[in-house]
């Protein structure tokens, strides 16, 4: 989805507006730990769609510095051509977990230890974590629709739930994250999304995803 349709979108009648995309995305870079320490509350970030397989981020980490960028391919068949949701990955529909398929960088594959994934919803009413699998074998590189690889360990959702369940209540964004960690995490069943987080924010950890406009 290029970025002019998705400011046309964003300012639409009803639709949240781009000020607070930008206050949500904030939001979202921060809850996520993406390149930077759980404490920091403040990062620039630079999106450049890339249509229906999702967009590269990058952004400034405070702390860290430098810019950490996302290096995993990562695309989906829940997402449309226009860049938005199949109805069936949804609670409009089956509510069915969604196919994910993704490419590790070269530089990644060999010291990759153990993948996780994580699917959240952002928008002006902040951040929701909807689904999140840690454990998946660093051999793995997809996900079918609504079977998590075997080993996979469940964490819970925002709400505190196991299990997925994407419902946004609001217009906003998706987006479908796989993590390739160089060590194993430690990570146990029902592992809560603060804890995901506090791993996430690891900047040594390569990172890419998938993300959709949902209406």
Aim: proline share 7%; glycine share 10%.
């Amino acid at each position: 989805m290029r970025v002019e349709e998705t400011k046309r979108r964003l300012g639409r009648p009803g639709g949240p507006s781009a000020a607070a995309f930008m206050v949500t995305f904030t939001l979202l870079l921060a809850a996520s730990g993406c390149g930077s320490s759980s404490h920091a509350v403040t990062k620039k970030a630079n999106v450049a769609a890339t249509g229906a397989t999702g967009s590269h981020i990058e952004f400034k980490s405070p702390k860290h510095g430098g810019i950490r960028r996302a290096s995993i391919e990562v695309t989906s068949t829940a997402i449309t051509t226009s860049g938005t949701l199949v109805s069936r990955y949804d609670c409009r529909g089956a509510d069915v977990s969604p196919e994910l398929h993704w490419r590790l960088p070269l530089s990644a594959v060999a010291k990759t230890k153990e993948i996780v994934v994580v699917v959240r919803t952002i928008n002006k009413s902040g951040v929701v974590t909807d689904w999140a699998l840690a454990g998946i074998s660093p051999r793995v590189e997809q996900i079918q629709a609504g079977r998590p690889p075997a080993g996979a360990i469940l964490g819970r959702d925002t709400s505190g739930q196991e299990g997925y369940n994407l419902c946004p209540k609001l217009p906003g964004f998706i987006t479908m994250g796989v993590y390739a960690f160089p060590y194993k995490p430690n990570l146990k069943p029902g592992f809560s999304p603060t804890e995901l987080r506090n791993y996430l924010a690891d900047p040594s950890v390569p990172w890419g995803s998938a993300e959709l406009y949902f209406t």
